[in-house]
């Protein structure tokens, strides 16, 4: 009887419930705990956004310290206090926790958290001609546990201890003995409940995902005709639910480890010249179960941007995407590829040089449908008419950044090419510009787009134009230098490398980098106050300020509980008919039927 229940209430028209609930929404339960799709991903925003300027600054504090060693600073001081950077001293410890929460923030809170759920939730129902998701109340508590966990990750900061400092990936047996390191004590503890409610929020917004892409289409919407958007978030709800349990074992086993006494990653340790009781571990598990999860993490993080970029630079060139099928294959192949590569992380663990070489095979394999979305992009773009709009800058330099640190993906895929490499600065150059520069593109680039459907009202453009070009130009400043550093053999997550004078005249690239990243921080301040002035004073927008074909731009420019009043719109064709042949309008919206004999790009009569 459920089912039926939810599709009479998907069914329903909109009017009808708002007569229910007028009365009734409190503040509370419009804003706060909303299971509204588009309140919901609000919130993911802005929480998104306060945890990226949180990691952008750890950045800069931990970018000062590697440029200028031991030198005070009255910023590192007036962050870190008198305990943690005594004179304005970066603490070694605290330098180990910083870089170790900027990871871990910028991929889990605002990478993954941020743009999967940002934007499934927002486009989602939206594009697919849905009420709303599935489950709106396993939604909100998607949100609510992602916000738990964001709020236990920054109270980690101020424990005694310090907070969890064993880099991002936590490896044991540094992260599993308290007594190793400060930030192993309670900080670690933080880190691993942190991530466990950010686990269960993962979870549930990806189950909700899949189902509302797979139940809930409107009449006519078949799979072939769904933005590549919905496509990308699709895939991209598919891996998280196949690979975060994983993480959740890793992580749960490391629990075990450290509080009751099991050695699932411990054996042959000594701690203070006596051995630990804990034997018969390897830590080479935590290893694979951890980048089981970690190697789809990274498509789990780009694939959305990429989705974006694809919708955006479609609309923008007023050009089909070129190779609709074939994009849609090419995230398919990077899905299922995806889950055979995780070992080129861990080519310098001892494994059998065969199976180096199986996982060398498979992770050049996904350079193949990675070029796909690649030409496919330029080709769409190739005599296209096209409007740059600051989402379209930023789309289009997605696309530069996923190609230049695709390139040096090739270098680390060869297991022979990697071992000299491994654990540098080159490591670091390639990962930030492939994953965490597109994907920051990606999502940037989408908050311009959509931000009409987020807040009803437009972001200014030149300070956009102007975000685009300081972001662009300093990013590529930061972490390009960073290859010749990696090259020169710097390893990375090092407090100070002015210990080795073999380094000493590569000081002057590292106060480079730093320059350019502290430029790259105040600029982003250009785009927190166009943010929010623009939510509250922005220019009103018209109902379709692009003149783009996909559904959300059919639903009236106000926030309506049920996203469509009366009733769901009719799907007729695919979403990217522009400029089409013998057509007056350069856009031709899915709701327009088909005329006799004509068919649409995606091949359907």
Known sequence: MDIHATHDHNDAPAGHHDHEHHHEESFVSKYVFSMDHKTIS?????????????????????????????????????????????????DPNMYMALVTLHGTIMVFMVLTGGLSGTFSNLLIPYQVGARDMASGFLNMLSYWFFFASSLVMLLSCFLETGPASGGWTVYPPLSAVAEFMPGSGLGMTFWLVSMSLF???????????????????????????????????????ILGVLSFPVLFSAALLLIFDRSFG???????????????????????LYQHLFWFLGHPEVYIILLPALGLASEIISVNSRKPIFGYRAMIGSMLAIGFLSFIVWGHHMFITGMNPFLGSVFVFTTLLIAIPSAVKAFNYITTLWKGNIQFTPAMLFAVGLVSTFISGGVTGIILADSALDIPVHDTYFVVAHFHIV???????????GVYHWFPKLFLRKMNK???????????????GVFFPMHFLGLAGVPRRYYTNSEMPMFDNLMDINVLITC????????????????FYSIFRGEKSE????????LEWTTPMAHTHGNWPGALPVVHRWPYDYSKPGEEADFIPQTVPLRPGEVDGGGHH
């Open 42 to 90: 609000r919130q993911f925003l802005v929480t998104a956004v306060i945890m990226a300027v949180v990691g952008m600054v750890m950045s800069v504090i931990f970018r000062l310290q590697l440029a200028w060693p031991h030198e005070g600073f009255a910023l590192t001081n007036f962050f870190l206090g008198d305990k943690w950077a005594p004179k304005g001293v970066l």
């Open 199 to 237: 686990i269960v929020s993962s979870l549930l917004g990806g189950l909700n995902y899949i189902i509302t892409v797979i139940n809930f289409r409107t009449k006519g919407m078949s799979m072939t005709r769904l933005p590549l958007t919905i496509w990308a978030f699709f895939i991209t709800a």
């Open 262 to 284: 099991t050695s699932f990653y411990l054996s042959d340790i000594i701690v203070n010249g006596a051995p630990l009781e804990q034997t018969g571990g390897s830590p080479i």
């Open 435 to 445: 994953m965490g520069l597109s994907a920051i593109l990606g999502m940037l680039g």
């Open 462 to 476: 030149t300070m956009g134009y102007v975000h685009f070009w300081i972001t662009f130009v300093c990013a590529y």
């Open 516 to 531: 350019f990243a502290i430029l790259a921080a105040l600029g982003q301040l250009l785009f927190l106050f166009n943010f």
């Open 543 to 550: 109902q379709n300020p692009y003149n783009s074909n996909t």
